[in-house]
């Protein structure tokens, strides 16, 4: 019952920037962690980042120096800054967050929820 709509994927060279946005909506008690995932063609979905309500982060090793992620609470919306980027850093960017929201059956439990996924192009 938790919606994630993502914005700001694109086209940009190498090198270049891009900032991602998630927005989550919907029944929430509280939302633990958010994080982004990429998808490249051929390959499985993996971690880019992670934070948490408090602000603690967790980064994938080929992203760490370039990529920002970050939080406001307040609007339950996660960010991605990315910086530098490389003709690999090409692939379906997910948000995915996790926490406590309102199920199917209108009682509090867990839940996980997944964007629809935005397209991240680098051009060497």
């Known amino acids: 019952q938790v919606q994630l709509v993502e914005s700001g994927g694109g086209l940009v060279q190498a090198g270049g920037s891009l900032r991602l946005s998630c927005a989550a909506s919907g029944s929430m008690f509280n939302i633990n962690t958010m994080g982004w995932y990429c998808q490249a063609p051929g390959k499985q979905r993996e971690l880019v980042a992670s934070?948490?309500?408090?602000?603690?982060?967790n980064y994938a090793d080929s992203v760490k120096g370039r990529f920002t992620i970050s939080r406001d609470n307040a609007k339950n919306t996660v960010y991605l800054q990315m910086n530098s980027l490389k003709s690999e850093d090409t692939a379906v960017y997910y948000c995915?967050?996790?926490?406590?929201?309102?199920?199917?059956?209108?009682?509090?439990?867990?839940?996980?929820?997944w964007g629809q996924g935005t397209q991240v192009t680098v051009s060497s």
């Open positions: 934070i948490t309500s408090i602000g603690s982060t």
């Open positions: 995915n967050a996790k926490g406590i929201g309102r199920t199917v059956f209108g009682a509090w439990g867990p839940f996980e929820s």
